[in-house]
């Protein structure tokens, strides 16, 4: 079946501009992570959903940074007056149930803040 | 709070050179240890999940070990396309979040 999908798959603003990155996780997943890349490093937890609720929000570094996830199935990164040190790959995993299943990952969105 | 240290950064081998990748861990409960591979501009991969010491997992080439304190990756008689990123990373018992370590960058010359 079809994996994790994110879109778009690269995006490129401006200093102080609002950006939404989008994630369709695999069908009948309920649970939906964030997790943000930079370069040479390893993924970093930003958010878990568990449902349409968010679950743990501890990793997102700012009040700049907001996700929902109205309907229990896609979900919305939001970052508003994005910055330059924003600029990393954003990666989107969902698993089947959350805590003890495997998280699968999708491509990720590159984000670079001019 | 949790952290995961991969050694080494990168790794150069010849094809069919057996080696192995290292992965330290300190968590406070651990749940789950697991290894993902990252080719240039994609997510990760799934490979295994460890959950207790002395567990082992295999496919094809790739061998997964753990014991209380680390875990190794050993790939036997690689080839080229076994080239990539490879990511260890663990989640503990207190939350479902996965902590990475920064990978080993693998590379398997023809």
């Known amino acids: 079946g079809a994996g994790v999908s994110q879109t778009p798959s690269n995006k490129v603003t401006e200093k102080g501009k609002y950006v939404e990155l989008r994630c369709d996780p695999i069908s009948g997943h309920t649970a939906l992570y964030w997790y943000r890349q930079s370069l040479g490093q390893g993924p970093e937890f930003l958010i878990y959903f568990q449902g349409t609720g968010a679950a743990d929000d501890s990793g997102l570094p700012n009040d700049r940074f907001f996700a929902v996830r109205p309907e229990g199935s896609v979900s919305t990164l939001k970052i508003q007056r994005t910055e330059r040190g924003d600029s990393a790959v954003y990666l989107c995993?969902?698993?089947?149930?959350?805590?003890?299943?495997?998280?699968?990952f999708g491509p990720g969105t590159r984000l670079t803040v001019l | 709070e949790d952290q995961v240290t991969q050694s080494p950064e990168a790794l150069r081998l010849q094809e069919g050179e057996s080696s192995s990748l290292n992965c330290s861990y300190t968590?406070?409960?651990?749940?789950?240890l697991f290894w993902y591979r990252q080719d240039p501009g994609k997510g990760p991969e799934f490979l295994f999940t460890l959950y207790s010491a002395g567990e082992e997992k295999e496919k094809e080439r790739l061998k997964a070990t753990l014991t209380k304190k680390e875990s190794f990756l050993h790939i036997t008689a690689p080839k080229p396309e076994d080239s990539a990123t490879y990511l260890c990373a663990v989640q503990a018992t207190s939350g479902s979040r996965l902590t990475f370590g920064e990978g080993t960058q693998l590379t398997v010359n023809p």
């Open positions: 968590v406070s409960g651990l749940r789950g």
């Open positions: 995993a969902s698993s089947l149930r959350g805590i003890i299943d495997t998280q699968y």
